[in-house]
């Protein structure tokens, strides 16, 4: 069962700076994991934010370009976050997919608990 650990919150004012990490435990290092961040503010549907497939590619929502960052090493993701503004105030979470690829890999989705991020004006 794979583990997800979110840390590197806080609370800062807009323009600042935050660097979000996410180990991962009981992964299978056969199989093969994409890695992703959400976001979730108060009242409002979970977003993604930007996500490192297995093979390095990266991609970013366009709400978080030119801002955010994503990097991986092994099994940590990270998110360092500059220019920080108040909309970007959320619950952020980490994401792990593992594909059906090679076998005997199963399909799987495991969520952490989530790190807070608040942006005052």
């Known amino acids: 069962q794979v583990h997800l650990v979110e840390s590197g919150g806080g609370s800062v004012q807009a323009g600042g700076s935050l660097r979000l990490s996410c180990a991962a435990s009981?992964?299978?290092?056969?199989?093969?994991?994409?890695m992703r961040w959400y976001r979730q503010a108060p009242g409002k549907e979970r977003e993604f934010v930007s996500g490192?497939?297995?093979?390095?590619s990266a991609y970013v929502a366009d709400s978080a370009k030119d801002r955010f960052t994503i990097s991986r090493e092994k099994y940590t993701l990270y998110l360092q976050m500059n220019n920080l503004r108040p909309e970007d105030t959320a619950m952020y979470y980490c994401?792990?997919?593992?594909?059906?690829?090679?076998?005997?890999?199963?399909?799987?989705?495991?969520w952490g608990l989530g790190t807070q991020v608040t942006v005052s004006s």
């Open positions: 490192i497939v297995d093979d390095g």
């Open positions: 994401q792990m997919t593992r594909g059906g690829v090679p076998w005997p890999c199963s399909p799987a989705t495991y």
């Open positions: 009981g992964y299978d290092t056969g199989c093969r994991y994409d």
